[in-house]
């Protein structure tokens, strides 16, 4: 059942871990590499919680049904908009809260619409011991703050790990294959299975600055890559009929059009080591 979070137990004593797929649902990568380990996933030692995040929405393979789940995990119940209290993702988003308290790290497989977009990992400081694992070469922080409500930075806020895997264009095969990779890295880094994987040279980029929209017609200038570079005072794009330039040099993420206000329209971030 897609509703349901399974556990699975290992024969020796050990950590609780989650793993989630499908808290947006059109992101097949994740999901597909979810359905593929499901019917032979087994551990050695501790508690795997492992399902999948917006059951609705992978039905209907959408993003959401009413709202993004990704934004409804707040350890204050009353964050999330009255409006947004009402939907079938806050609901979800209490359903699954008590197994991401349970568990001491969490790893949650997204994968981008964007074609030729590079897998990432999205964490914070604590959960370095576990990403030198895992077969991503790019690591990003600073997100708990800047964009709160997403699972992983609830996990860090509630005093866990939270880490969230980026595996590339959902359209591309090879996102699966990173999907599964990282599932498993992530069980042996946690001491589920024995850990045979050699660690990866990371570089780092810290995401500090979120423009949100202030009118309802917010336009890029052009579709920017994720991770491509920005001059201080370039153009990104216009807000009305503000423009919107860049206020540092930076790379840029996550950038789109936007009709509303109040939306996330990009982040900028900085390289923290030379890649
Ligand atoms: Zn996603």
């Known amino acids: 059942m897609r509703e349901d979070i399974f556990r699975i137990t290992g024969k020796e004593k050990g950590p609780t871990s989650i793993v989630l797929a499908g808290v947006h649902g059109n992101e097949r990568s994740g999901i597909e590499a979810l ?3 499901l019917p032979t996933l087994a551990i050695q030692a501790g508690e795997l919680l492992i399902g999948y995040g917006n059951p609705r929405a992978i039905e209907a393979n959408q993003r959401l049904i009413e709202t993004n789940l990704n934004r409804m995990f707040f ?7 009255k409006k947004e ?14 197994y991401l308290k349970e568990a001491g790290a969490l790893l949650d497989v997204h994968a981008s619409r964007t ?19 895992l077969p991503i070469d790019l690591v990003t922080t600073g997100f708990t703050v800047i964009e709160p409500g997403a699972t992983d930075g609830y996990m860090n806020t509630i005093g866990n790990i939270g ?22 890295a992530f069980l042996k880094a946690r001491g589920h299975i024995p850990n045979d994987r050699e660690r990866t040279t990371q570089s780092t980029i810290h995401m500090n600055d979120i423009y949100i929209t202030r009118t309802d ?21 216009t807000d009305g009929d503000q ?8 790379v840029i993420v996550f950038a789109r059009n936007q009709n509303s206000i109040g939306e996330e329209a990009f982040i900028l971030g900085e390289k923290k080591n030379p890649a």
Request: glycine share 4%; hydrophobic share 40%.
């Open 243 to 250: 423009e919107v330039r860049a206020n540092k040099n930076a």
């Open 85 to 98: 209290r009402a939907s079938y993702e806050y609901e979800r988003a209490q359903f699954l809260k008590p």
């Open 35 to 37: 359905a593929a380990l």
């Open 163 to 184: 880490i969230c895997v980026e595996v590339g264009y959902f359209g591309d095969p090879a996102s699966v294959q990173t999907a599964k990779e990282s599932i498993i």
């Open 75 to 81: 350890q204050d119940s009353a964050r999330p908009s």
């Open 115 to 133: 074609p030729k977009s590079r897998p990432f990992i999205i964490c914070e400081e604590n959960a370095k011991d576990i990403i030198e694992y």
């Open 217 to 237: 017609a917010f336009v890029l200038t052009k579709m920017f890559d994720d991770f491509e570079e920005v001059a201080e005072g370039q153009l990104i794009g």
